[in-house]
């Protein structure tokens, strides 16, 4: 009876020391954590820009018992790349929430800063995916650190098999595979992609996506390459006015406004699904590229205003189209071309007062130059 009280009181003051504690604090200050202390510090996730900083979190926190399990061998060579493999392990065992033992059902998913899920499992104590809960309820002064007896391993996934395991990207997963782009997205990598969902698909015109589709190595691969870079840039690599090259060999732009993050005219409404060769974020449009149909001809650059512009565009031809037959497009974001001028290549003004407010693109072409702006139309 007096070991059980003097448990519990050890217990009871253990948490209240707690309250005056960052999670990392609380880790710092165990005596059974000293392995995930040096990696937490090593993966560089310690800061106030991550665990140290405002939460709330959750922290599933693995005891040194529980990181012997894994073999000295394995934590060494996570420790030998702090910022890779470790860092993702790490992530997977933080919930951007605080979420308490009594906040917990059977099983209900909780989705880590990984970007992936884990599991909970109540009928036989508390199980995280194969670890047990054994305290619960350390709330320090942005979160809560609940101990368990094993570390919790992602699933091995690439970006391949985000799309493919989620449920709003089954046309871009029909996409890639038909394209012959699944191994090579599933390669080393590392990659950055951005995935558009279902919806964003279903924005494009129905008789264009399904030509795309007839001819999946064509302009279809091409569109996809303009949606993947090379590295892993994750959402705090990323800046306003930041340019990204894609896979395609054409730039995509970074906008950041009070709405959010845009990639070209997409929002990133999901961002930093890490996984073992890059990261994922999903957007809700598809971006489009300058296709092949000008891949021989010689990119020059031409002057477009007001931009944004209301009833009419000014157009500045490049010295290289000045006197030459040119073709141009107005291109909407769903690839639809909304208007096709015929000009000679005199600098010139278009009416634009017709056309929805919107992002738009314009295409110029003539028999050896092109040249592309992208304009926001409407007031």
Not at 25 to 40: G, Q, R, Y
Not at 44 to 49: A, I, Q, R, S, Y
Not at 185 to 208: R, V
Request: hydrophobic share 45%.
């Amino acid at each position: 009876m007096a070991k059980k009280l003097t448990t519990t009181f050890i217990f009871v003051l253990a948490s209240l020391f707690a309250f005056s504690q960052s999670v990392v604090e609380i880790i710092v200050n165990s005596p059974d954590h000293n392995t995930l202390e040096a990696a937490v510090i090593a993966a560089e996730l310690d800061g106030t820009d991550a665990l140290g900083g405002a939460g709330p979190f959750t922290v599933f926190a693995p005891t040194d018992a529980a990181f012997a399990l894994l073999g000295q061998s394995t934590i060494d060579d996570l420790l030998a790349d702090p910022t890779g493999d470790l860092q993702r392990i790490l992530l997977y065992h933080v919930v951007g929430a605080e979420v308490l033992s009594t906040d917990l059902s059977d099983g209900q998913s909780a989705t880590t800063l990984l970007g992936q899920n884990i599991e909970v499992d109540l009928s036989a104590g508390v199980m995280i995916n194969n670890a047990m809960v054994t305290v619960a309820d350390l709330q320090g002064t942005n979160g809560v650190v609940h101990v368990i007896n094993a570390v919790l391993l992602p699933p091995a996934s690439t970006v391949v098999d985000v799309v493919v395991n989620s449920p709003v990207h089954n046309t871009l997963e029909t996409a890639v595979t038909l394209a012959e782009l699944d191994d090579d997205l599933g390669g080393d990598g590392p990659f950055t992609l951005f995935a558009p969902t279902d919806d964003a698909f279903a924005m494009i015109d129905a008789t264009y996506l399904a030509d795309l589709l007839a001819d999946p190595t064509g302009d279809l691969a091409s569109i996809l390459l303009h949606h993947a870079v090379s590295g892993e840039v994750l959402s705090g690599d990323l800046s306003d006015g930041m340019m990204a090259t894609t896979l395609f060999n054409q730039e995509v732009a970074v906008s950041i406004t009070t709405e959010g993050v845009f990639i070209d005219n997409a929002q990133v409404t999901v961002a930093d699904i890490r996984t073992l060769n890059g990261v994922v974020h999903v957007i809700d449009a598809v971006l489009l590229p300058t296709l092949t149909s000008v891949k021989d001809l010689n990119e020059t650059v031409m002057s477009v205003f007001p931009n944004p512009a209301t009833n009419q565009l000014n157009l500045e031809f490049p010295e290289e189209m000045i006197n030459q037959a040119v073709s141009i497009d107005l291109v909407n974001t769903n690839g639809k071309v909304m208007k096709n001028w015929q000009l000679n290549g005199q600098n010139t003004k278009i009416d634009v007062s017709q056309y929805p407010t919107g992002m738009y693109f314009l295409l110029l072409t003539s028999d050896a130059h092109f040249a592309k702006a992208r304009v926001v139309l409407g007031k």
